[in-house]
């Protein structure tokens, strides 16, 4: 086992002393729901981003048209926290470095959207993307999205993408698979996650694929690069989806990070220029 970077554990340090404190109690997270539903939320970054619309949902741009791959990035934030400077950057270092033009949408959020309504917009998003050399890539609850959307492309008359890149997915909302450490996970906890996914569900059972990829029908999935934190909350069910995965026949990398936290990769860590690479690899094969 490979040793976890002097970086990693000042950042887990950091992360565990700054961990939100809803995510741990549940009268603090439904403070935290009642308080997000008389806010509108918009990211104004500092400096200028390409953007354009889809009905009233913006979507971020980075590199041009005209590059090798497209990306279409899904970001996280256990759908009630928006697009922030992590992903952006992210997302800006995946087009510098792998000659993509990536795609960021700033979907709606619960507690005032739920689940159903970003499925139609990132389907006109979708449905608006032409290339053969599409990535659909998300973190955390983005992850989780995207592995959803792709079993929800079988019902429709879109073809799947090329490939799905995913950073420590949230794949069961309902959080049914107990029991969980919170104490390990430096940044999430179950008690917040559960309230959060009955919010963002709405009127669909938090174990319905759409919103648990966990629960739904791999097949026809393309080849499939996932991460995960040994440490994360996740981790349990992520290996549980990755089993589902093998078992309805995708082509599944799973890459684990020895001692690590969710989301492990967006960070500025030694062990993230590691994940960096298999994802420039993974593309590129």
């Excluded at 741990?24 to 997270?29: A, E, G, P, R, V």
């Excluded at 497209?70 to 087009?95: D, K, P, V």
């Excluded at 592995?147 to 909302?173: A, E, G, R």
């Amino acid at each position: 086992m490979s040793k976890k970077s002097l970086i990693a554990k000042i950042s887990e340090y950091i992360l565990k002393n700054t961990k939100p404190s809803y995510m741990d109690s549940k009268d603090k997270i439904d403070e935290f729901i009642i308080k997000e539903k008389k806010t509108k939320k918009e990211f104004k970054p500092l400096f200028k981003i390409k953007k354009f619309y889809i009905d009233q949902m913006k979507v971020f741009e980075f590199g041009d048209k005209n590059r090798k791959n497209t990306i279409l990035y899904i970001h996280g934030g256990a759908f009630i926290n928006e697009i922030n400077y992590q992903h952006i950057l992210y997302c800006y270092l995946l087009s510098k470095k792998l000659d993509a033009y990536v795609l960021a949408p700033v979907y709606p959020l619960t507690p005032l959207h739920k689940a159903e309504e970003s499925y139609e917009l990132i389907l006109k998003l979708y449905e608006k993307i032409e290339t053969d050399n599409l990535i659909l890539m998300g973190d955390s609850a983005g992850g989780g999205f995207v592995h959803s959307f792709c079993q929800y492309l079988n019902t429709t008359k879109f073809k799947q993408p090329k490939k799905i890149i995913s950073f420590s997915p949230w794949v069961d909302i309902s959080m049914s698979n107990t029991p969980y450490n919170s104490e390990d996970d430096p940044i999430l906890g179950e008690i917040g996650l559960k309230e959060i996914g009955k919010s963002w569900a709405g009127e669909l059972d938090t174990l319905d694929y759409k919103v648990s990829p966990l629960y739904g029908d791999n097949k026809n999935l393309p080849d499939t690069l996932i991460f995960a934190g040994e440490n994360e909350i996740f981790y349990k069910d992520i290996e549980k989806y990755v089993e589902n995965l093998r078992n309805d026949g995708v082509n599944v990398r799973f890459i684990t990070g020895p001692g690590l936290y969710h989301i492990y990769p967006l960070f500025p860590i030694p062990e993230a220029r590691k994940a960096f690479k298999e994802v420039k690899n993974e593309i590129n094969r």
